[in-house]
């Protein structure tokens, strides 16, 4: 348990900064911008407290807000993130038990599993993110294109970094 307690803290860490340092300076085409912290929700076991999943979420968030200036925004996008977490992963896989590892990974879920319930929670938090930072829905068509082109990018960074994690546990 120490162990997986530190494993997670040392992914919160890089994670966060990798975010604050490198992908927060990335916008692709003026539309795109990768979100890769949003992988320690996606990671958290399955088993844990949802009170702890809601508190390490909303510090995330806060975490990533400080260094992104960007007022909350993060940490109530990532606390409804993790309110949706379980009940997205019961729609692609309805029995817990039947679960490996209690962590979500392409190892435990399998592929295709895996890559529906990363797919709909980058696209539920691009979602959040950007109609939270909008605050209207003044231009449409720029707001779907931000969610659509950031929600593949966050994705397929995300899912090769899972893919790289996998491999050396």
Known sequence: MTKTVIQFAILFIVLVLTQAIVFNN????????????IYFIIRLPITLNANWVLTLSFLLGLTVDVFSNTQGMNALACTLLAISRRGILHLYFPREDEISNPEPSVRSLGLFVYVRYLLTLTLLYCLLIFAIE????FM?????????CSTLLSFLLLLGLDILISQYD
């Not at 990335?26 to 912290?37: G, K, Q, R, S, W």
């Not at 909008?134 to 829905?137: E, G, N, P, V």
Request: with cysteine.
């Open 134 to 137: 909008s605050c209207s829905f």
């Open 26 to 37: 990335i916008c692709l085409f003026n539309v795109a911008v990768p979100f890769v912290f």
């Open 140 to 148: 449409p068509v720029l707001l779907v294109l931000r969610v659509v």
